[in-house]
């Protein structure tokens, strides 16, 4: 299995690795240890190179399987046994962590005024889109949620991720609205991204440290998504 060090240190953004498994015919290799996110939660797969000496090969997907992570790369395939570099695009990747982290700021806000379940949501750099179970909305709290959102990015609250057993997860009240029963059975651990007094989901994608890193937010649209659901868009300022 490949050792994902995206899932404890969010901010590494090259790491010296080993191919372990390389499959020519799909231009991809197996890495010993990554940086490279492989998407999920919502959240696309990193993008960056690999160098091998004074090769430059563009990672251009990511992916896992049962294995590890597979990275796809452009212009070569390096055989098993070959120490390379892997380097994510850190610019597309922390603006990733900011949307992300203002997703799950936003989950928070939507559940302490209306006890709404997100159901659902996607991402690129700088713009995501959330759906909730929201039967109570009105058009004209679109401005009081987009401040309400920003007060809580401007308070500077840490984002910790902590590991926590199954069980343990099955039974905490701010996890299981965020549906942790879908998670898979075989999952033994659970990894939670918490927003420390604001919201706290379980999570596999990659976080700033603290909202203020977040930057200014703006409710792009709220759009409706059938009886009772909404779809809301968020962008950040600066994207
Ligand atoms: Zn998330």
Known sequence: MTERLYSTDQYAR???????DHDVDDGRVLLDRT??????GGQPPDTGEVTIGDDR??????AEDARGV????????PPTGTAVRGEVDWERRYRLMRTHTAMHALCGVVWERYASPVT????????????FELPDWDPEDKVSL???LNRQ?????????????REEADQDPSLIRTKVSLLPSSLTRVRVVDIVGLDRQADGG???ADTTEVGRVRIAKVESKGRGFRRIRLALVDQ
């Open 120 to 131: 659902g949501g996607n991402m690129e750099p700088g713009v995501g889109r959330l759906d």
């Open 153 to 165: 990015l401007d308070a500077a609250r840490r984002v910790e991720i902590a590991f926590l057993p």
């Open 35 to 40: 940086v490279f996110y492989p998407g999920g």
């Open 146 to 148: 987009e401040e309400e």
């Open 57 to 62: 090969l563009a990672v251009v997907r990511v």
């Open 206 to 208: 990659t976080h700033v």
């Open 14 to 20: 090259s790491v010296d690795a080993t191919v372990v």
């Open 70 to 77: 597979w990275h796809w790369l452009e212009g070569g395939v």
